[in-house]
């Protein structure tokens, strides 16, 4: 083979081949199979010199170091490889991976906040903690609250960010990414893609700027991983760099290790539990238990519905049905909003933002749809959660899939 024949992005891959050989293409040439695990947390170098040059190339730029990494708050070439992969499946130049997605969030408003513009623009719902983070500037932000057709008139000249989660965390409202993008103006927009994964939809080529993901949810997709991602360019990305490194909130090399090999799975995962959703969409939306059932037009494994009866008592109901917070798992997990994930947003707040007191998201995961279907339709039939109670208002009866 000549060099052009290694060279990993002469010819576009479908997405379903870059989520199986991204981050890997050196690995015919090391003689691997499975990319390494890289744990030091030094790395050992007798000549001072370079390794002070390395420091003072990071110190100035950012840029992911040429050579060893020095120390592992630095730089990690097993994480390096999660990255690598992620910014290919988004299609951005760079990808800088964190402990949590809250970490992720945080560096990029850190970011900002080092260049004085400590302003935020973001619309609701968000995930429950994006909100109280922004909400309570526990970092030194300032947030302006409003919907997508207010966002170019709340951007100040000390706005740093525009943030927006499509589909939105719990109720699945979507965003009009490239209309949003177009408002922004020059103000970097946010986009918290964890719901939808570039499976499903890639903000940056609608005109966002930076691209979260929770990579605990879908990316990892087996609920045993933490880990967070922001997906830019890389001018973006070496102020991330130099944020992680400060401020130590860095992924460990072991949940890189488990997220780049969840990527491979991506694409499939997502697809089938895409699948099954729909399918048990199509269910409740006829079903008279359900008052309303919530689902983006882009698809997802993601279903949120409003039930009669007593939510907690369809929580308590199911068997196979995993009663947790959390998403993106290979099993299906199912969650009380307003109890646990928005738990931490004031009442208000959350019932301004469409987060209903009876609603429910579900995580749709990888088992049978008939098996699926049987434990949901029984714990909907709990004694409390049972047919259409006096005190809904009878407009609400089911209506089409949708917003
Ligand atoms: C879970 C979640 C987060 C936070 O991620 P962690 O990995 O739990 O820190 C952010 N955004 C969305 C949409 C989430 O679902």
Redesign the pocket.
């Known amino acids: 083979m000549d060099a052009m024949d290694r060279e990993p992005s002469v010819t576009p891959r479908a997405l379903a081949t870059e989520a199986v050989h991204a981050g890997r293409d050196d690995l015919v040439g090391l003689g691997l199979h499975a990319p390494p695990i890289d744990l030091s947390t030094t790395y050992p170098s007798y000549d001072v010199r370079a390794e002070a040059a390395r420091i003072d190339e990071f110190a100035t730029t950012g840029a992911r170091p040429d050579g060893p990494p020095v120390y592992a708050r630095l730089d990690n070439p097993t994480v390096a490889r999660f990255e690598d992969a992620l910014a290919r499946l988004e299609g951005t130049q760079a990808a800088v991976a964190f ?7 945080s560096a990029v408003l850190l970011a900002r906040a080092s260049q004085g513009l400590r302003h935020v623009v973001a619309v609701r719902p ?2 429950g ?2 909100d109280h983070l922004l909400d309570t500037g526990l970092l030194g932000t300032e947030v302006t609250w409003t919907d997508p057709a207010g966002v170019a008139d709340a951007i100040r000249p000390d706005t740093g960010l525009v943030m927006v ?1 499509t589909p ?2 719990p109720t699945l409202a979507e965003v009009d990414v490239r209309a949003l993008a177009h408002a922004c103006g020059s103000v970097p927009l946010l986009v ?1 893609n ?2 939808a994964t570039p499976v499903l939809q890639r903000p940056v080529e609608e005109g966002a700027r930076l691209v ?6 879908y990316l990892g997709g087996h609920g045993d991983v ?3 991602v922001v997906a830019c360019d890389e001018e973006f990305a070496r102020t991330l760099r130099q944020i992680r490194f400060a401020t130590g909130g860095v992924l460990h090399p072991l949940a890189g290790y488990l997220l780049h090999r969840g990527l491979a799975t991506l694409a499939v995962r997502v697809r089938a539990a895409s699948a099954t959703a729909a399918e048990l969409v199509r269910r409740l939306v006829t079903d008279p238990r359900v008052v309303r059932v919530h689902y983006p037009r882009i698809g997802g494994a993601m279903i949120a519905f409003e039930v009669y009866g007593e939510p907690q008592d369809v929580i308590a109901g199911v068997r196979l049905i995993t009663p947790a917070v ?3 798992s290979v099993d299906t997990l199912i969650q009380h909003p307003a109890s646990i ?1 928005h738990r931490i947003v004031a009442e208000g707040d959350r019932r301004s933002a469409g987060v209903s007191d009876r609603l429910l998201r579900m995580s749709v995961g990888l088992e049978d749809v008939e098996d699926l279907w049987r434990d949901l339709t029984q714990a909907l039939s709990a004694p409390t959660a049972g047919p259409a109670r006096a005190d809904v208002p009878s407009a609400a009866v089911p209506r089409p899939v949708g917003r």
């Open positions: 402990a949590s997605g809250m970490a992720a969030l968000l995930y903690c994006s989660e939105a965390n918290d964890t719901f979260l993901h929770s990579a605990t949810k933490m880990g967070g959390s998403l993106g994930s």
